[in-house]
């Protein structure tokens, strides 16, 4: 994980505000998020964390239905994005946990975007580093890909 | 011979680079599906949680 490149001062004031969207609330995957809401909350504690009810994340669902079959959904608001860009607009990103189906593997991605957030917290532009992230995560996994399928014909 | 030979070894490079693009694109398709940033419509989404937060519907959550 590599180092902030850019930092600004605003230290004590909270980063993100983070919101649980979970309509199922059954099954291995949601199980292991409730089960480790402390360690999340640990890693971000100056940041609010909501967590909404059943009924609650139902009736955003409802609402919004793109986000059907993608919870429960680690949404992370990001309150100084606004401040960087200068854009009155919402900005953020979003986990959707519930796209994986083995915990294990839901869990190291978790914990990956979450140390992510915490080691850049500080960047001016955290947005322009997950899409960073993205691209690269996107390069290495191909490579791993096609690796694994040169070593399958070997 | 030489150039049957060149003509199959350029088909293959063709294949194998089509073949990273591709998989390359659809990497980056399931990881956007997985974690991103948020677009337009997750920002309607940010609103209507907003809207909860103020009207006190969520609270933050205290770890015991």
Same mark, same amino acid.
């Not at chain 1, 089960?35 to 971000?44: F, K």
């Not at chain 1, 915490?118 to 996994?141: M, N, P, W, Y």
């Not at chain 2, 293959?12 to 599906?33: H, P, S």
């Given at each position: 994980m590599e180092a902030p490149t850019q930092s600004y +001062?605003? !230290?004590? *004031?909270?980063r993100f505000q983070f919101f649980l969207i979970d309509s &199922?609330? /059954?099954g291995p995957v949601p199980e292991l998020i409730r089960q480790n809401l402390g360690m999340i909350t640990h890693l971000h504690n100056n940041d609010p964390f909501f967590i909404l009810s059943r009924e609650q994340s139902s009736e955003l669902l409802k609402k919004h239905p793109h986000l059907i079959g993608k919870d429960p959904i680690l949404l992370a608001r990001d309150l100084h994005g606004s401040k960087t860009t200068g854009a009155k607009e919402y900005h953020g990103f979003h986990l959707n *946990? &519930? /796209? /994986? !189906?083995d915990p294990e593997k839901a869990m190291d991605v978790l914990q990956h975007f979450l140390n992510f957030l915490a080691v850049h %917290? !500080? +960047? %001016?532009?955290i947005e322009a580093k997950i899409r960073q992230q993205l691209h690269r995560d996107g390069f290495e996994g191909a490579i791993e890909v096609l690796r694994g399928g040169a070593e399958n014909l070997i | 011979m030489n150039s049957v030979s060149e003509i199959i070894t350029s088909a293959f490079g063709i294949i194998l680079l089509a073949a990273v693009g591709y998989e390359l694109k659809q990497r980056r398709r399931r990881l956007r599906e997985l974690y991103n940033v948020l677009d337009a419509e997750d920002k309607h989404v940010v609103a209507d949680l907003d809207e909860m937060v103020k009207h006190g519907l969520i609270t933050p959550y205290i770890a015991h």
């Amino acid at each position: 994980m590599e180092a902030p490149t850019q930092s600004y +001062s605003v !230290k004590e *004031l909270p980063r993100f505000q983070f919101f649980l969207i979970d309509s &199922g609330w /059954i099954g291995p995957v949601p199980e292991l998020i409730r089960q480790n809401l402390g360690m999340i909350t640990h890693l971000h504690n100056n940041d609010p964390f909501f967590i909404l009810s059943r009924e609650q994340s139902s009736e955003l669902l409802k609402k919004h239905p793109h986000l059907i079959g993608k919870d429960p959904i680690l949404l992370a608001r990001d309150l100084h994005g606004s401040k960087t860009t200068g854009a009155k607009e919402y900005h953020g990103f979003h986990l959707n *946990l &519930g /796209i /994986i !189906k083995d915990p294990e593997k839901a869990m190291d991605v978790l914990q990956h975007f979450l140390n992510f957030l915490a080691v850049h %917290r !500080k +960047s %001016r532009s955290i947005e322009a580093k997950i899409r960073q992230q993205l691209h690269r995560d996107g390069f290495e996994g191909a490579i791993e890909v096609l690796r694994g399928g040169a070593e399958n014909l070997i | 011979m030489n150039s049957v030979s060149e003509i199959i070894t350029s088909a293959f490079g063709i294949i194998l680079l089509a073949a990273v693009g591709y998989e390359l694109k659809q990497r980056r398709r399931r990881l956007r599906e997985l974690y991103n940033v948020l677009d337009a419509e997750d920002k309607h989404v940010v609103a209507d949680l907003d809207e909860m937060v103020k009207h006190g519907l969520i609270t933050p959550y205290i770890a015991h």
